[in-house]
């Protein structure tokens, strides 16, 4: 079972080149999100996605763009990296709501930004 | 605003201690709360959910409780095992599609 997908695993940019991290699910979950770790600071999501062609913004959504397209991929766009951009991405998707059910969760993609 | 918070960051224990790993809430309306596990380098993996109308549940060898009054839920984990190693955090879900996660305690069982 494939579950959360996320590519790449490791990036190093520098400052001011755009990217995308990819985030494809295989279990038709309805509600996915974005979330950057780092030290000291727990999680916090960047942007989340209830289904299709639905987006809205999370606790620290600046520089990053996101867009759903289909149930299966919600990839993160990051516009001009910054070196405060350097951190671990997290993808999670849900069958349902977060109240429901429980978040699953990709391998996450570290980036560092020079 | 919901702060969450868990202590210790870090805790060693010899092998087959049964143990308790707390996290501590500000805000007591909340929908859920959830354990997850976080290997090296790898994501996060779902270990326990827990309702707001619940006060426990268990699988396996965890065992999670919920005291909304006292924004306080603690993970047991019993015969710990050095594959237990790894860092465990909890999160509130409080609405607006938003789970708040702690920092993590990092633990390791030594054999």
């Known amino acids: 079972n494939a579950g959360v997908t996320q590519t790449p695993k490791f990036q190093v940019l520098k400052t001011g080149q755009s990217m995308t991290l990819q985030c494809a699910q295989d279990m038709n979950h309805e509600y996915m999100s974005w979330y950057r770790q780092d030290p000291g600071m727990g999680l916090r999501l960047i942007h989340y996605s209830v289904g299709a062609g639905i987006t809205d913004q999370g606790e620290v959504p600046n520089g990053y763009n996101v867009s759903r397209s289909t149930t299966e991929d919600f990839p993160l766009r990051l516009l001009s990296a910054a070196p405060s951009q350097t951190s671990v991405y997290f993808c999670a998707s849900s069958q349902d709501r977060p109240s429901n059910q429980p978040q699953h969760f990709g391998d996450g993609t570290r980036l560092s930004i020079l | 605003k919901q702060e969450v918070t868990q202590i210790p960051a870090a805790l060693s224990v010899p092998e087959g201690e049964n143990l308790v790993l707390n996290c501590s809430f500000t805000d007591s309306a909340i929908y859920n709360l959830q354990w997850f596990r976080q290997d090296p380098g790898k994501g996060l993996t779902s270990l326990l959910l827990i309702q707001s109308s619940q006060r426990e549940q268990t699988s396996g060898r965890l065992n999670a409780s919920l005291d909304k009054s006292s924004g306080r839920s603690t993970l047991y984990i019993a015969a710990s095992q050095p594959g237990d190693s790894a860092t465990y955090l909890c999160?509130?879900?409080?609405?607006?599609?938003?789970?708040?996660f702690g920092t993590g305690t990092r633990l390791k069982v030594l054999a």
């Open positions: 999160a509130i879900y409080s609405g607006t599609y938003k789970y708040i």
